[in-house]
Structures are given as C-alpha cells and as structure tokens.
C-alpha cells in the first residue's frame, strides 16, 4: 500500500487543460491515484480511472460540504504560500445565500434539498422548452448571416444556454442584459473577484425579487414552480431558492456553452464523423451522448474532501484530504470505453460520467442534451459548408482547473 508520505506531489502548470487528454492519459497508466499541487495553488488528490471516479462519486466518506471547502483550501494551500485565488474553487467571493445549493451538500440535507428540486424539474418541463430552444437558435442563426467569419461561441455557443436558462426561470425581456452581464461574470475565470463579488451581489439582489415577484403572480417558469413545491408540508426556503437560482445559472450557462463549442470542434476536426452524422440525422441522438463523452465540457469535477481515510487501489488517501475525481479522465479510460481516445458517433456509450453519477447527477442533464441536440441540428443544417477558420491546433482552451472549454472557436461559414 501506498500512502501520502511516499507519493511525489507533482505541480501542474497553469495551462494543464491545454492538453489535458495527454496529462490524464499519463495519470491513469502510472496509478489510480495522484496527489497534485493544482495550478492556484492547493494540493488534492487527482482519481483519474473510470472504476475509480464512478466508485468515489457514491462513496459516503467523500464529501461535498460546502461549509468546510474554504478551510480544505486554506489547510491544502501550497507551501510556496501562494495565494488560493482560482475561480476554480467553490464560489470564491460569492455571498452566503450563493454558496448553499445542492452541489455543496451531503445526506440528509442534499437529498431534502434534492426531493423538493427535483418536483419542479421534471422532464415534462425540460422537453416543454424544445421551442423555445428552437426559436432562440434560429434567431441566433439568423444574425449570423451574412458573416463569412466568425467566433462561434461569442456568437451561438455562448448565447444559447444563456437565453434558454433565462426562459427557463421566467426572466423578464427587460432584465435580460443584466442578467446575461451578471451570469458572464460568475461564470469562467479570468474576471476581477470585486466584479465577482458584485455580480453575485446583484444576482442574490435580483433573484430575491423574482422569487418576490413570482409569490404574487405566478406563470409557469420554473422559479413559480419552485417556490410552491412542498414535501410533507415543507419548502425551499429563500435562501435555498436563490441559491437554486444561482445554481441553475452556473451549471444551466458555462457547462452547456463548453459542451457545445468543443462538440462543435471535435466534428470539425473529424470529418469523417461528420460527414457521416450530415448523411444520417437520426444519428444526432446517439451521437450528443458520443460528443459528451468524448468532451464533455467538464475537465474535473468539483472539489470533494475525504471525511475519513479511502484506500483507492494501492494509494491510501487520508482523511480531510482534498479529492477531485476527474470526469474527461473517467470517460476516456479505455478499460470501460474500448478505443476510447477515437471519436464514433454510433458508439452508443453507457455509464458516461460527464453529469456525474449518483445522488449528485445533474437535474439538468435532459436539458443540456436537448439544447446540444437541436443547437447541433439546426447549426449543421443552417450552415453546412461551416469550418474551422484556423489550424486545428492554434485554438485555445481556457486556464481551469475545472472546464473543459474553448476560449474561441473561429469559424468560416459561407
């Protein structure tokens, strides 16, 4: 057995997720686990094997209690004394009522939490946004054209989760601008943590008073929903639905925004996927859930902690230890996924971890899929001589220690 006093703490450079396919391919041959000095500076444990991360994500003695987060940054930070300060971390600077959603929380509070959410998002309602989301990427479509060249993810990517998350909670037309300006700043690094302090200020401000606003006259948006969903004569307090609120904005925004770009590249830069994907449409289902496992948008996962110790193969993790399981790692491990690192859309893969698995799988997964299947469609059939604009290899994906996502994605579409 091995444990922590004898495994080599590596430190991964600011840029690992520009080639992050290589790194965890490296990771997963040399063990099941290595501990790590991530790039802001706090070490973790990295789980990079599909068993492994599909194990852990169930595992009782691994936790995601938010409240104990900042003191497992500050007891991890690196010895060098460099300041933790990624946006990579739990909602660094965000307000209380911000930071208290269902991804931060373990039995029995998750699953009250969970049981009340899930009432009021059912699939009946994600499916009953396919027009929605249909309009909204044609008018987006159709303000690209005329364009020769153009960033598709400023442009399409971006946009779309943006204005579908925003119909989604009943956002009125007039808010919309701010509510886009606050979602761009609490989303994705690089912003200014007094912006994001801000940001998360307003957005806390603003969805008290659509919460406010909804009690008195409800519609059939997802927050009206929320707030009169009961459970054995309980409810979501305020704080907990403006902290579902701020939940739906994050994961409901930046992920489907990045699971789109890179589907985007990736068929781009397999043309023969395509070309097979332009000939059989119906294969557009089957190939979503191929492009998600292949990319699918999120690098790692959320930050967890060991509440005691876990022996993961030989490696022994102590307790109040820092874990980060990591998903693109998960899915192309291929022990599970045969050939896992070739992209093939009539693949059919079971048991993907992009949306986690276990009490913490993502409510919204039947929303993304949907968005990334009509956004998918209606691009390739709009715009079928689209290509990259730019080498394959001179695009950029972003500094995170948590997405998997393009800063840019030129394209030609003439």
């Not at 520009?18 to 965890?24: G, M, R, T, Y």
């Not at 660094?92 to 039995?107: A, E, K, V, Y």
């Not at 896992?340 to 039947?366: E, K």
């Amino acid at each position: 057995m091995t444990d922590s006093e004898s495994v080599t703490i590596e430190q991964l450079p600011e840029d690992f997720m520009q080639h992050s396919v290589e790194l965890f391919a490296r990771l997963r041959a040399e063990g099941p686990v290595r501990q790590v000095v991530m790039p802001h500076g706090a070490r973790a444990w990295l789980v990079t094997r599909y068993d492994d991360v599909r194990t852990l994500m169930t595992d009782p003695r691994i936790s995601k209690d938010g409240h104990r987060m900042a003191e497992m940054f500050a007891r991890h930070s690196d010895q060098t004394g460099q300041e933790v300060t990624s946006d990579d971390q739990d909602d660094p600077g965000f307000d209380d009522d911000l930071s208290t959603h269902m991804m931060n929380t373990d039995p029995p509070v998750h699953t009250r939490l969970r049981t009340l959410v899930s009432k009021a998002f059912t699939a009946g309602r994600m499916e009953g946004l396919r027009p929605a989301i249909e309009r909204i990427a044609d008018e987006l479509l159709d303000a690209m054209a005329g364009e020769s060249e153009l960033d598709l993810i400023t442009a399409y990517a971006a946009p779309l989760p943006y204005s579908v998350v925003a119909d989604l909670l009943g956002v009125p037309q007039e808010d919309r601008e701010a509510f886009a300006r606050w979602a761009t700043k609490l989303v994705g690094g690089g912003h200014d943590p007094d912006e994001v302090a801000e940001a998360s200020r307003q957005l806390t401000e603003y969805a008290g008073s659509l919460i406010d606003a909804k009690r008195i006259t409800p519609d059939d948006a997802l927050v009206s929903a929320l707030v009169q969903v009961t459970e054995d004569g309980d409810r979501l307090t305020r704080s907990e639905l403006v902290a579902m609120i701020f939940l739906l904005v994050i994961a409901g925004s930046e992920t489907p925004a990045n699971q789109f770009g890179s589907s985007v590249y990736h068929l781009l830069t397999n043309p023969g996927e395509l070309a097979r994907l332009r000939q059989a449409p119906s294969l557009m289902t089957a190939a979503v859930e191929e492009l998600l496992r292949y990319d699918g948008g999120v690098g790692t996962s959320s930050f967890r902690f060991t509440k005691a110790d876990v022996l993961v193969g030989d490696v022994l993790i102590p307790a109040d230890e820092m874990v980060v399981l990591v998903i693109n790692s998960a899915d192309r491990d291929s022990s599970h996924f045969p050939d896992a690192d070739r992209l093939d859309l009539s693949r059919n893969p079971r048991g993907i971890m992009t949306f986690g698995h276990g009490i913490h799988y993502c409510v919204g997964a039947p929303l993304a899929k949907l968005m990334l299947e009509i956004g998918l469609s209606q691009l390739l059939t709009r715009y079928p001589r689209l290509r990259l604009a730019v080498a394959p290899d001179e695009v950029r994906w972003k500094n995170s220690t948590l997405v998997h996502g393009l800063v840019a994605l030129p394209v030609r579409i003439d």
